[in-house]
């Protein structure tokens, strides 16, 4: 049965219908799917199978990403209220856009698939110096600083992702936390990551939640 | 001599020039042409634009010319207060006309733009470009689609929000203004000359939304953008989104006779969809050519012209060429594709 709500989800999902996402989940809430269950057997599932389908071929459009990141973490707040006791949660990602980018799509979608992950995510805002990026995630201990871009020059800024790096050289910070990157201009250059001195860069929102994840489960081993 | 003009009208009419039409979109750079030390300079003056536009077209040798600032002006047209500048890249919009919901009820749309005073210098470099370049190289404009409008009014992550999730009486609310606005500047554009007109919609590429919001939502808001002012002068373009699926119901429906196809659309699949039709531009993936070799930039210039060259009505052309493009590549770029070009 969980199989079955899996597939009518993600259809529904895929078809950008968030009512019908919803109506499904709230069904199965119905006919005693626990609010856990649900979290893991049922959305933690379908984003995994998102990251599968569109790392072998499918190939999902934004309107898809924004959806699935939408529900999912609408779902997952929704049901974490319900939750017996208080959810593990994997760790704590700080994210912003580069110095001089006000873009937020970007970020919002990343956000969301992270949060349906049971990774909690603290929103530094737009524009966001290189400074505030290291300190906050130093005061929320995350292990990841994730940082949105839209245009070439808020990419690869001095402002940017490279001061990001030097500040965390600069106080020994490089084994405690990593820089993930992403946005437009990652895109069309899959190397940009490297020439701004990140560790990781995701394509989409989707396999920017298994990027992070795994790096995040990674670190701690 | 043959011009920029010549051998466009040469593409569309699918006769043969010397060579294809090489469009070579530079803006920001006009200001490091003219020693402008800031792009918030460059940018307060119509004449420093057209200066820059014609200074770099001679220098390099391509076909066409740009009336455009940056895209944010559109914003600032319906009451945007604040750019941000920066040193090394386009401005962009800082501060959102749109706020909450109840600003869309008060958005207000300029009767006639062409004597807003916001649109004097745009005026004053479309005037100084017609006079110095008019019928010798094209005069682009780009003005962005009714749908794609309001990511900078709201940003774009509220208008998905508004997009998809609604009240829909809100969003068409939203969206009859921002077409009514595109008529409105189609107009003052052609008004003042310009000889193309880049129909900017991320919304009309299936990278955006499935090929069923496709034909429900976007197609719809591009009919009412495009069909009470003809098309004739018009380009596709999905700001360097695919387009290729969607090259049949667009020509069929909206009959736009121009692509300007993504450099991830497949070149020799984009010709063969648009046929003998209309025009297909060929379009490199200028981010790359900041970091390219010279013979990295050679051959993939050489690949994208190969592949819609034959048989003519064959454009090649770049997208918004990033600030940090070294000069020499904007050499190899160009002088490649007026070598392999070449008829
Ligand atoms: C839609 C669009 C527009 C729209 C709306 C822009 C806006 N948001 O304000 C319009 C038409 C208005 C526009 C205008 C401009 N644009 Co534009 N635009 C695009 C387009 C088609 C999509 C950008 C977008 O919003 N995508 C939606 C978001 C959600 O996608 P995304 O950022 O890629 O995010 C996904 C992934 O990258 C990833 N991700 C994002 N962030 C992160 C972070 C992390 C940590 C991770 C892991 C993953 C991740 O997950 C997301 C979801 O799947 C791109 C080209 C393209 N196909 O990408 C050009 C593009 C971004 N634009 C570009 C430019 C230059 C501009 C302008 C500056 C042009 C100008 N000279 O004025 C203006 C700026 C307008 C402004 N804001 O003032 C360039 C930028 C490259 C460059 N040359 O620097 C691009 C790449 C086009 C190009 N190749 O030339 N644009």
Not at chain 2, 216 to 230: A, H
Not at chain 2, 246 to 264: C, G, M, R
Not at chain 2, 285 to 304: A, F, G
Request: net charge negative; glycine share 8%.
């Amino acid at each position: 049965m969980l199989t079955e709500i899996i597939t009518a989800y993600n259809e529904a999902v895929f078809d950008t219908d968030r009512d019908r996402a919803l109506e499904i989940i709230h069904q199965a809430v119905e006919n005693g799917i626990s609010p856990e269950d649900i979290v893991f057997q049922v959305v933690i599932p379908a984003m995994e199978l998102m990251i599968k389908s569109i790392s072998e071929d499918f190939d999902a459009n934004l309107a898809q990403h924004f959806m699935a990141s939408q529900i999912a973490a609408q779902v997952t707040d929704e049901m974490v209220a319900k939750f017996q006791k208080s959810p593990e949660i994997i760790g704590t990602v700080v994210i912003g856009t580069s110095h001089g980018d006000m873009h937020t799509l970007g970020k919002r979608i990343v956000s969301g698939c992270l949060r349906s992950l049971m990774i909690e995510v603290v929103d530094l805002g737009v524009n966001v110096a290189p400074e505030k990026f290291v300190d906050e995630a130093l005061a929320h201990n995350s292990p990841i600083i994730a940082i949105s871009s839209m245009m070439m020059h808020t990419a690869r800024s001095e402002l940017g992702c490279t001061k990001v790096r030097e500040i965390l050289k600069e106080r020994n910070l490089e084994d405690k936390i990593k820089i993930v990157v992403g946005g437009a201009p990652y895109r069309w250059d899959p190397n940009l990551y490297k020439t701004v001195q990140a560790d990781a860069w995701a394509e989409d929102g989707i396999t920017a939640g298994k990027v992070i994840k795994d790096l995040m489960t990674g670190m701690r081993k | 001599m043959t011009t920029g003009m010549d051998r466009l009208v040469a593409a569309i009419n699918g006769e043969k020039s010397d060579r294809i039409p090489v469009f070579c979109n530079l803006l920001d750079q006009g200001a490091k042409e003219l020693g402008i030390a800031t792009l918030k300079e460059y940018y307060s003056k119509g004449e420093y634009v057209a200066e820059g536009q014609l200074k770099m077209r001679e220098k390099y040798g391509y076909d066409n010319l740009w009336s455009l600032f940056y895209v944010g002006k559109e914003a600032e047209l319906l009451g945007c207060q604040k750019i941000i500048y920066a040193a090394d890249g386009p401005p962009n919009v800082e501060d959102y006309v749109i706020k909450s919901y109840d600003d869309i009820a008060k958005l207000e749309v300029p009767d006639d733009i062409g004597s807003c005073p916001l649109f004097a210098e745009e005026l004053k470099c479309l005037q100084i470009l017609k006079r110095e370049a008019g019928g010798k190289y094209p005069i682009c404009a780009y003005i962005t689609a009714s749908m794609t409008l309001p990511a900078i009014l709201m940003g774009m992550d509220k208008w998905f929000e508004l997009l998809f999730f609604g009240p829909h009486e809100v969003r068409d609310e939203l969206l009859t203004k921002c077409c009514n606005f595109f008529h409105k500047e189609v107009t003052a554009y052609r008004n003042a000359g310009a000889d193309i007109i880049l129909y900017a919609n991320p919304f009309g590429s299936t990278d955006f939304v499935p090929m069923k919001q496709f034909h429900n939502l976007s197609m719809p808001w591009m009919k009412k953008d495009v069909e009470p002012l003809g098309t004739n002068d018009m380009v596709y373009y999905c700001g360097s989104s695919r387009m290729n699926n969607v090259i049949d119901p667009v020509f069929e429906q909206l009959n736009i006779k121009t692509y300007y196809l993504s450099p991830n659309d497949d070149v020799a699949a984009g010709k063969k969809a648009v046929a003998n039709r209309g025009l297909t531009w060929g379009v490199i993936n200028d981010i790359r050519l900041i970091d390219w070799s010279e013979d990295e930039v050679r051959c993939e210039v050489k690949r994208i012209i190969e592949a819609g060259m034959a048989g003519g009505k064959f454009g090649f052309g770049t997208l918004v060429m990033p600030y940090k493009i070294p000069e020499r590549n904007i050499r190899v770029m160009l002088e490649t594709a007026y070598e392999v070009g070449r008829y």
